[in-house]
């Protein structure tokens, strides 16, 4: 599954698992119906940062979680470029965190403009400011969908922990993981989630994550957590 991951995130693509065989046929011709739906190539995202700041962190979170990181691609002293791949009729959620260096209390800077590239021209652009404060309540507050990415991220972390626990037969640390993973799902709303473990799992309370091991679990359903783990949709938090 890494290998998947590692070839989606280098073709700003997505991956799954079929299941079952006897549908790989409808699976194959819904692949090639999204690929035709594909109106817009060549999208990209620019990431200027001043001079002393560095991204830190460059995710896209929706509709596929994928580490775009380190696939960036110098364009300038201060910008890199991020590929994305061909679009269609669609929206996609980007998660950004820039390391930028100390400030004085009031002061603020434009910490990152971020350039929406399609053909490799200017479309829009987004600007992300910092500003310096002493109010708690202000430094410790979090926007509701960086909180939503960040658990996002959190999750798929949990999962994937679960399942390379589950492989090489340490059941604890996987029974424990999954609680944790359904708890998470829970609170966030993400039934499908709560769905897809409930096939290696015996949930007594989902709200705890209060789990137990199964008797047998069935290698494929470990696969289909493990891949759709990365899945996320807009849920309300």
Sequence with gaps: MS?????????????????DASGLSADFASMMQASLRKQVAEVGLRVWTPQGAEVVTFKQMEPILLDLSTTRTESGPLTGD????SWGDESRDYFLS????????????????????VGGEPASQALVRAVWTDDTAKSTRIDRRVAGAMGETELADVIQEGID???????????????????????????????????V?????????????????????VMIVETRSTRTSRTNR
Excluded: C, Q, W
């Excluded at 604890?172 to 897809?196: L, Q, W």
């Design 98 to 117: 820039v390391r930028v260096p100390k400030g004085a209390v009031d002061d603020e800077m434009l910490a990152a403009r971020v350039t929406l590239l």
């Design 3 to 19: 290998d998947l991951r590692k070839i989606a995130t280098a073709l700003s693509g997505t991956y799954d698992i079929v299941a």
């Design 82 to 85: 991020y590929a994305t791949g």
């Design 165 to 199: 626990a589950h492989r090489v037969g340490d059941i604890e640390t996987a029974t424990d993981r999954f609680g944790r993973a359904v708890r998470m799902a829970t609170e966030s709303g993400n039934d499908e989630t709560v769905d897809r473990l409930a096939k």
């Design 201 to 221: 799992v015996e949930i007594e309370d989902a709200a705890t994550g209060r789990v137990r091991p199964k008797s047998k679990v069935e290698d494929v359903d």
